[in-house]
């Protein structure tokens, strides 16, 4: 917690200042190690411009990327079929492909 509090350029203080809390508070969960109250993980997260599962050691979720355009509305149709009609549509995308790849 420290260092993101020092990475957002705010003493104790002023970090105890934005979240509502006394910065004896913010001084003991960086020192202890223990988690802030339930109520006081948003604010600070928000304080800190960083997200909760940050603020609570979580690995940072790693954005998927979509396709765009008219490929992302049909994949995004194709996710609403079953399973089998699904891979059905992506055998032959998979091929179409690894014929380009072959090509190019």
């Given at each position: 917690?420290?260092?993101?509090?020092?990475?957002?350029?705010?003493?104790?203080?002023?970090?105890?200042?934005?979240?509502?809390?006394?910065?004896?508070?913010?001084?003991?969960?960086?020192?202890?190690?223990?988690?802030?109250?339930?109520?006081?993980?948003?604010?600070?997260a928000?304080?800190?411009?960083?997200?909760?599962?940050?603020?609570?050691?979580?690995?940072?979720?790693?954005?998927?990327?979509?396709?765009?355009?008219?490929?992302?509305?049909?994949?995004e149709?194709?996710?609403?079929?079953?399973?089998?009609?699904?891979?059905?549509?992506?055998?032959?995308?998979?091929a179409?492909?690894?014929?380009?790849?072959?090509?190019?």
């Amino acid at each position: 917690m420290k260092s993101l509090r020092e990475s957002a350029g705010l003493s104790q203080r002023e970090l105890a200042e934005r979240i509502g809390e006394i910065h004896s508070n913010v001084h003991y969960w960086e020192n202890s190690g223990n988690l802030p109250r339930s109520d006081v993980l948003l604010p600070m997260a928000k304080a800190l411009g960083v997200t909760v599962e940050v603020l609570l050691g979580e690995p940072t979720p790693r954005r998927l990327v979509k396709p765009g355009g008219k490929a992302g509305v049909v994949f995004e149709a194709v996710s609403k079929l079953p399973r089998r009609q699904q891979q059905k549509i992506l055998d032959v995308v998979e091929a179409l492909v690894a014929q380009h790849s072959k090509t190019a």
